[in-house]
């Protein structure tokens, strides 16, 4: 998460998230998927682009995608 800024613009999909009333999010950034929740302020799952293939994405209430 050090690299290209991700870990600071994964906390800003967050604070999005927050601001707009979410609990559970997915947050895309570049070819990395996380399911966050936004309450706990945790990373629940991570998912490379190919890991995502085929996927599908439950228990979530907002997608940001940065």
Known sequence: LTE???????NKAVEVAQEKGS????VLLDATAFVVSVKNNRVITTMTEEDMQGNIFTNIDSTVIM
């Open 4 to 10: 290209n800024d991700m870990l600071e613009r994964l």
């Open 23 to 26: 609990n559970d999010t997915l």
